[in-house]
């Protein structure tokens, strides 16, 4: 070291002591966040609290249902459920562990200012892992815990099991968030210009490996579905997760013996010595792949970021799309500003790869759901049942899309208000092109899918058309709802959609556009599930009498459809009028 | 205190910084001027390690910012062109914690920080939480947190962008203060007037080649014109033309 020795007052820190002063950072961080959150988002905590210990109930409820159906069934089907649970969630957490290391470590103004303090790599590295882990795994424990619990209790499981659980997920999540973050460090350093093609491959395969499992499992016999048959033959194919080198293994094992202690005769404690050696298994290997991405990270961390940046972007002249053009040139000149402006969020749109990627993402694995429902066989009572949950899926799919993007779109102009506001246009036409964007956005490729659904269930034109009613409803009501709630509440000074969208605002969008979609599914399932049931039932049934037969038969069916048509209509012209209200009326 | 061997940094197939050699003593302000992409930016972030040259070296208090980044950042203070904070840390808090970054002890940290607190006017909006502050005032905790270690070479990205005058004042006299007690500041800016008013020599960047380094008074007799302004003459170096004509 020939360098000139710095002041007696500053000196580089041991790797303990930084590790220290980042979790002071991160409490402090914490602490303040929850401090503000209860000074100032009560109400946004509460409904979150809320819906998460909802969620958690009726997971829970739904897996103890489950797990008792199973248990009389077969001793190995829940062996292989948790592997087939545990190693797709695996393959999941490598992938968002990556990307979301990727945005933290490389892409974050907070790494830049880290990158240029007496810090180690690695350390900066094991902070942004954990950052990382925490967002990439906390869905696997509100998805995760409902499940063992659940199994836990119908077993009967000793409190070792309950125990163990939190250990068990966290030992099981470092491993894949290791590896994740590995590749991640190691593809931006010495893969820079590979990086793109290299995740879209690897995204494209694993794409297909999804499909060929999927396909696989349920495509080439139709057997009865629920029938012992049709388990067998599932089950065989679900085998491939059993692998003994993979960790999901190591954790379903470990809990499967977990949840064997006390039991046989004289509550033997054997099976606690063989959890704790999956458990033991678990963390020297979570703690090795961890070490040797900390290692990764002093190699590959600053010579990584110095190489993503010598990528100079690419610079290419982007001619004026026919379809842009012809939309544009479409209609009456008096329409021309609401449709260039249509344009300019189109174009918005299609070179912003986070939203475009995700509602492909998004879509494509409902469609996949969708093309695999011809595999199975069902009556007509459970086909209806499922075209009108599958409808409610498409909605809430549509819902977290208009409140992450669209909610947030009159938000976004704020900084832009001036040319706007500069602009001969009305600023009702800003409100209606965002509104006619979203709608026209959601309903082509909700209408399709709903089709699919409905194509694939082999449900009749009546109930088909029924379902493609209920659907634009739903895409006039979220679009109304989102973007009448966005102008109502923009957030001007905010650039981020992120934290418009999870903002107060942006949760009430979502909780109303939930509360709709369970309405406009519910009142329109009604009469097709009474008429269905009252056929199932038979002519003698005496649920088949008085105000049931005329809920069931065309006249329910007009009055639930004129009532979703009229809820939809509330849902668009409510918040939209208090919107367009509102945003006349704004001084950005 | 710094010092650039031959370095050269490309982009892919576009080179941001070619063969740059340049040596800044102790105790100087130097201003790096030059269009935009000229590669001013590229330049202070290989100072600061943010990047690495593709070739040639960086040093600063003799420290490669590459080989050991570490002991380089005990020595540096940087103020970069949009100020990075934590939304959900106070003023005073996002300062102690670069204070226990760089390992100082608890009693000289408090000193400092009370010290940084008031050369920058912080003290009525410390304990509020960051996300709160406007940009000037963002970078004037920037500004505070840069110096709280004393660093030899202090690094400033366009410093005055959201000061307001009062709050530029007080940084000119800081540096002209801290440059007279040994500190060196190395500074891009697209200011000219402050270039000329507070730097001891500048260097004028075009087209990532470093065209001219010297005094003002160097530069107006190497352009053979005594009484012109300082704007003028970086006008007509880094003119479109000015490169052809003395292209060879």
Redesign the interface.
């Known amino acids: 070291m020939s360098g000139r020795s710095p002041s007696a007052a500053v000196r580089v820190l041991s790797i303990e002591e930084e590790a220290r002063r980042f979790l002071r950072l991160r409490a402090t961080v914490a602490w303040e966040t929850l401090g503000s959150m209860f000074a100032f988002a009560r109400l946004r905590l509460s409904l979150v609290v809320l819906l998460s210990g909802l969620f958690w109930a009726s997971l829970y409820g739904l897996f103890l249902e489950a797990f008792t159906f199973l248990a009389a069934l077969h001793a190995d089907v829940v062996s292989l459920l948790f592997n087939a649970f545990f190693s797709s969630l695996m393959v999941m957490l490598v992938f968002s562990t990556g990307i979301l290391l990727y945005g933290g470590m490389y892409c974050s103004t907070e790494a830049r200012l880290l990158l240029t303090l007496p810090v180690r790599a690695e350390t900066i590295f094991g902070h942004k892992f954990q950052e990382a882990l925490w967002f990439s795994s906390w869905g696997f424990v509100l998805l995760g815990s409902p499940m063992l619990v659940a199994y836990g209790v119908e077993r009967e499981a000793a409190w070792p099991y309950f125990v163990l659980l939190l250990p068990f997920m966290i030992a099981f999540v470092v491993i894949p968030a290791a590896v994740g973050s590995m590749a991640c460090m190691l593809m931006v350093a010495w893969l820079p210009r590979l990086r793109v093609h290299a995740v879209s491959l690897a995204a494209a395969a694993g794409a297909a490996v999804t499909a060929w499992i999927g396909w696989s499992m349920f495509a080439p016999a139709r057997i009865d579905t629920m029938s012992a048959a049709w388990f067998e033959q599932t089950f065989a194919r679900l085998a491939i997760t059993e692998q003994k080198l993979f960790p999901s293994w190591w954790l379903s094992s470990g809990l499967i013996e977990a949840a064997d202690v006390g039991r046989g005769p004289g509550g033997t404690w054997a099976p606690l010595l063989e959890a704790l050696k999956f458990l033991a298994l678990l963390v020297a290997n979570g703690m090795l792949l961890h070490l040797m991405a900390g290692w990764i990270a002093r190699l590959a961390y600053r010579r990584g970021y110095s190489q993503l940046f010598s990528e100079a972007p690419p610079r290419r002249q982007r001619p004026i799309g026919w379809f842009d053009q012809a939309l544009v040139n479409a209609g009456s000149a008096a329409g021309r500003p609401l449709r260039l402006l249509l344009v300019k969020d189109l174009r918005l749109f299609r070179r912003d790869i986070s939203q475009w990627s995700q509602f492909l993402i998004f879509f494509g694995l409902l469609g996949l759901y969708f093309l695999n429902l011809r595999s199975f066989v069902y009556n007509n009572v459970y086909a209806s049942m499922i075209g009108f949950l599958n409808l409610a899926v498409v909605g809430l799919i549509l819902s977290t899309f208009t409140t992450r993007f669209v909610y947030p779109m009159i938000s976004l102009e704020g900084r832009r208000f001036w040319i706007l506001g500069l602009l001969p246009v009305h600023r009702d036409q800003i409100v209606w092109s965002k509104f006619l964007f979203s709608f026209v956005g959601g309903v082509i490729p909700c209408s399709a899918l709903v089709l699919l659904s409905d194509w694939m269930l082999g449900l009749r034109t009546p109930l088909l058309l029924v379902h493609e009613f209920c659907c634009v409803i739903l895409c006039l009501g979220l679009s109304g709802i989102a973007v009448g709630l966005g102008a109502r509440m923009p957030e001007l000074r905010e650039s981020s959609p992120a934290k418009i969208s999870s903002g107060f605002g942006g949760t009430l969008c979502l909780v109303i556009s939930s509360l709709f979609i369970m309405l406009v599914v519910i009142i329109a399932a009604l009469p097709t599930h009474l008429f269905l049931l009252t056929h199932a039932l038979g002519p003698t049934a005496a649920a088949s009498q008085g105000l049931l037969t005329w809920a069931a038969g065309a006249g329910g069916m007009a009055v639930s459809l004129g009532l979703v048509a009229l809820l939809g209509l509330a849902a668009t012209a409510m918040p939209l009028s208090m919107g367009l209200r509102a945003f006349r009326q704004l001084e950005p | 205190m710094i010092e650039f061997d031959h370095v050269t940094r490309?982009?892919?197939?576009?080179t941001a910084v070619a063969d740059l050699s340049l040596a800044i003593p102790r105790g100087e302000l130097f201003a790096l001027l030059g269009p935009n992409g000229a590669g001013k930016t590229t330049t202070i972030?290989m100072l600061?390690?943010?990047?690495?040259p593709?070739r040639g070296a960086v040093?600063?208090?003799?420290?490669d910012v590459?080989k050991?980044?570490?002991?380089?950042?005990?020595?540096?203070g940087?103020v970069?062109d949009?100020p990075?904070l934590?939304d959900?840390?106070t003023g005073r808090?996002f300062l102690w914690?670069?204070a226990?970054?760089?390992?100082?002890?608890r009693h000289?940290a408090g000193q400092?920080i009370d010290r940084e607190i008031e050369h920058f006017e912080l003290g009525d909006f410390a304990d509020d939480?960051a996300e709160s502050y406007s940009l000037g005032m963002k970078q004037r905790l920037v500004f505070a947190a840069s110096l709280l270690?004393?660093p030899?070479v202090l690094v400033l990205d366009e410093p005055m962008v959201g000061l307001d005058p009062r709050s530029v004042r007080i940084v000119k006299d800081l540096l002209q203060q801290r440059t007279r007690e040994g500190m060196t500041v190395f500074m891009s800016t697209h200011t000219l007037a402050m270039a000329e008013e507070m730097a001891d020599r500048i260097g004028i960047m075009v087209r990532s080649q470093l065209r001219f380094l010297g005094t003002v008074t160097e530069l107006r007799e190497q352009m053979a014109l005594e009484s012109t302004s300082l704007e003028q003459l970086y006008l007509r170096l880094t003119s479109p033309l000015a490169g052809r004509e003395t292209a060879p």
């Open positions: 490309t982009y892919a197939t576009k972030r600061v390690g943010l990047l690495r593709s040093r600063v208090c003799g420290y590459v050991d980044p570490r002991h380089a950042h005990l020595h540096i940087y970069p949009e990075c934590y959900k840390l808090e914690f670069i226990d970054m760089f390992g100082m002890p000289l400092r939480l270690h004393d030899d």
